[in-house]
């Protein structure tokens, strides 16, 4: 119990955002999460934020999972005692309210997709073989996972856990993100260590699929109209990119900048992160470094893929290891989760250097 209680301390921090070249001035919210606790995933929804992780001091890991509102506000926990020497890999709200999660069970690759309801109670749990995501949709969930080493599958589950279709691959497929949009289902990730699309629609039928000529990794993805603009990363090339594509084909590729600003202040961009629309702009954020402080970059793209303007954003020293990018059409939410304090700098042990999370909306210039 004590355990229990030590791990409900959290502060509280409201910060000002200086007004930025593309954005009006904001105001974000920060709040450290407690200084045991290590994240695996982080999600952002309209309603608001999902953590899942552990509780690292304990003898034995403790699976914990915790939501916030939008203003930052914790307005639940979840502890799970019952399970020690479990994680939760990850935990995402669905449009029906309730939450899912994907909580490990033993070190051969065996999780349990725990469903919690209203009350936020466990009401089902669903046995699974290496689940990496959940990603809500309408009338339910998906979960993609790797039932062996050389093999992948897609599931659509209903809110109750009940399987609707599956999808199988005997090769090997890992995705980094899935969306819907229109009835169409929009996966994007790797296959073999070269970025890969893969388009379906709502019962579970293959549409198209698209694998890259070179050594890569897809991120993100954005549908617009009958176009998709994909965020990749080539770790051979060493550069992060926006890939466009129609319903068949490859359109145009577009390199995001290295670094930003002049010789005084270079802002070096580490890892770009996420990609929307907004504005009838693509927009595209990217965990940073200026000097020896964490930052956040934005990165503006036309629709036929010139970069129009790039800034840095202040997130308080958070150097990011996680970054959500959420837009309503003219409007940017951005949520950053990080530490202040590098991880591993020189091997130093990271147990009690505390995760902060920065979330903030901006309203981007309408178009001239």
């Known amino acids: 119990m004590?355990?229990?209680?030590?791990?409900l301390s959290l502060a509280i921090v409201v910060v000002l955002l200086n007004s930025a070249a593309y954005a009006d001035s904001s105001t974000a919210v920060m709040f450290q999460l407690p200084e045991q606790f290590t994240y695996t995933n982080f999600t952002m929804s309209e309603k608001g934020y999902c953590i899942a992780g552990y509780d690292g001091i304990s003898p034995v890991e403790i699976p914990v999972g915790m939501y916030y509102d939008p203003s930052g506000k914790q307005v639940w926990q979840h502890m799970n005692i019952d399970y020690p020497g479990n994680i939760y890999r990850s935990m995402v709200e669905l449009d029906n309210g309730s939450l899912a999660a994907i909580r490990s069970v033993d070190y051969d690759g065996n999780f349990d997709i725990e469903?919690?309801?209203?009350?936020?109670?466990?009401?089902?749990?669903?046995?699974m073989v290496n689940p990496f995501h959940i990603t809500p949709v309408q009338g339910g969930f998906l979960v993609d996972s790797a039932p062996s080493a050389e093999s992948s599958q897609i599931s659509m589950f209903d809110?109750?856990?009940?399987?609707?279709?599956?999808?199988?691959?005997?090769?090997?497929?890992?995705?980094?993100?899935?969306?819907?949009?229109?009835?169409?289902?929009y996966a994007v990730g790797t296959r073999t260590d070269h970025g890969c699309i893969v388009t379906f629609d709502s019962n579970g039928n293959l549409l198209w699929y698209h694998n890259s000529d070179l050594p890569s990794e897809y991120?993100?993805?954005?549908?617009?109209?009958e176009n998709l603009f994909v965020l990749a990363t080539s770790w051979e090339e060493d550069r992060n990119f926006i890939a466009a594509y129609n319903a068949t084909e490859a359109l145009w590729e577009s390199d995001l900048p290295a670094t930003i600003g002049n010789n005084d202040i270079t802002t070096k961009i580490i890892q770009a992160s996420a990609i929307t629309l907004c504005n009838n702009q693509i927009v595209v954020a990217s965990a940073a470094r200026e000097q020896d402080v964490g930052k956040l970059a934005l990165h503006y793209?036309?629709?036929?893929?010139?970069?129009?303007?790039?800034?840095?954003?202040?997130?308080?020293?958070i150097y990011p290891n996680e970054v959500a990018l959420m837009s309503d059409g003219n409007q940017l939410r951005y949520a950053v989760l990080g530490r202040k304090t590098e991880r591993n700098i020189n091997w130093q042990p990271v147990t009690n250097i505390p995760f902060f999370a920065l979330i903030d909306t901006v309203v981007t210039q309408p178009d001239t």
Request: charged share 25%.
């Open 219 to 225: 991120i993100d993805v954005v549908p617009n109209e």
């Open 115 to 127: 469903l919690f309801d209203g009350n936020r109670s466990v009401y089902k749990t669903i046995p």
């Open 2 to 7: 004590k355990i229990f209680q030590r791990f």
């Open 301 to 317: 793209f036309t629709l036929t893929g010139s970069n129009i303007h790039n800034e840095t954003i202040d997130v308080n020293g």
């Open 159 to 185: 809110y109750s856990g009940n399987v609707q279709w599956t999808i199988d691959w005997d090769e090997k497929m890992r995705f980094n993100r899935i969306i819907s949009s229109n009835s169409k289902f």
